[in-house]
């Protein structure tokens, strides 16, 4: 099946430990996305990629690094430099050009502090 | 900065109801306008796309416009069904291919 999957489901990160989500798209899609939830707030964009080895920061960047090796793969990692980390993350795709195709969302990942 | 937001915050309808949820943004130099579903610890579904040339587009039982001197836009739900009680979003892509999120609308129908 076609799609994007997000792993783990849950995970917890121990103070002062980096930790990584992963997100793999098998939709040939060119542009990925990282999204924070936060309860009461809308989804803020942490990063973006348009293309392989090419990524621009969203506007929550801070504590925060992703890496585009691969057009199917786009993982984050949470460093220690990020204080509040405790969040739903959701990461997406698109076709190509944002903005004139629709986002595809995978399972989201959630991730909390011991 | 352009700023999205969705009244009310949460609806409770009976099954069978037509029901409208309401987005409204700050700028309305808009790209497009997306609905999404949200259900609980789950990831979004896009529901309808809305261009910015666009005044309406319609899937099923959803009808989605958009009015974007007024910058506003209504997700109408005809004929609510249980499965219907999810949170719906909207985002506003803007010109500058920005893309903002509204806090949703926790929707739920009763059987």
Redesign the interface.
């Known amino acids: 099946d076609g799609g ?1 999957t ?1 792993s783990p489901k849950y995970l917890f990160r121990k103070e002062g430990q980096n930790v990584t989500l992963s997100c793999e798209q098998n939709l040939n899609h060119d542009a990925m ?1 990282w ?1 924070r939830q936060d309860p ?6 942490i990063y973006y990629s348009q293309i392989v080895n090419d990524f621009q920061k969203g506007d929550i960047a801070e504590g925060y690094s992703v890496s585009r090796e691969k057009k199917e793969s786009f993982p984050l990692t949470v460093t220690s430099a990020q204080k509040n980390p405790t969040a ?1 993350y ?1 990461c ?1 795709s698109s076709i190509g050009v ?3 195709e ?7 990942t ?1 991730l909390l502090v011991l | 900065k352009q700023e999205v937001t969705q009244i009310p915050a949460a609806l409770s309808v009976p099954e069978g109801e037509n029901l409208v949820l309401n987005c409204s943004f700050t700028d309305s130099a808009i790209y497009n306008l997306q609905w999404f579903r949200q259900d609980p610890g789950k990831g979004l579904t896009s529901l309808l796309l809305i261009q910015s040339s666009q005044r309406e587009q319609t899937s099923g039982r959803l009808n989605a416009s958009l009015d974007k001197s007024s910058g506003r836009s209504t997700l109408y739900i005809a004929a609510s069904q249980p499965g219907d009680s999810a949170t719906y979003l909207c985002a506003v892509i803007d010109t500058g291919n920005q893309f903002y999120f509204g806090t949703g609308t926790s929707l739920t129908v009763i059987p």
């Open positions: 994007i997000q996305y999204y009461g707030q809308g989804l803020r964009l739903f959701l997406a944002w903005g004139q629709t986002q595809y969302f995978g399972p989201g959630r």
